[in-house]
């Protein structure tokens, strides 16, 4: 099952601090049970055994929201019919701007005792 079922993976990043938007075609989806996103901050890193991001047999893209603003982030992509997965999809890198958490210490206020 190593056909390339991927055909082209591209990563955008996205304005207003909603972070970088995958979208990808599929070559062929028949049979597809299950598509994992691989990340990594190094090129050709990714590790899909540990997949960032299970997706559905259909989906066509993935906006990832967690991350750290400014950093390059790469991706590959795998499609799986149940545990065997094609080859990995092409490398796309973007840097995003994410959302920033909130620092829930400061709102801190002493209370007297």
């Not at 991001?53 to 603003?69: E, P």
């Not at 995003?96 to 209370?111: H, R, S, Y």
């Amino acid at each position: 099952m190593k056909r390339l079922l991927v055909l082209l993976l591209l990563a955008l990043p996205l304005r207003a601090q909603n972070g970088i938007l995958l979208t990808w075609t599929l070559s062929d989806s028949s049979g597809i049970t299950r598509q994992v996103v691989c990340r990594s901050t190094v090129s050709g890193a990714e590790n899909c055994g540990a997949a960032y991001a299970t997706l559905s047999a259909t989906a066509t893209s993935y906006n990832d929201v967690v991350g750290i603003t400014g950093q390059p982030y790469f991706y590959v992509m795998e499609a799986c019919i149940l545990s065997l997965c094609s080859v990995k999809s092409n490398e796309a890198t973007a840097i995003g701007t994410f959302p920033v958490a909130p620092n829930p210490e400061t709102n801190l206020q002493a209370v007297p005792h």
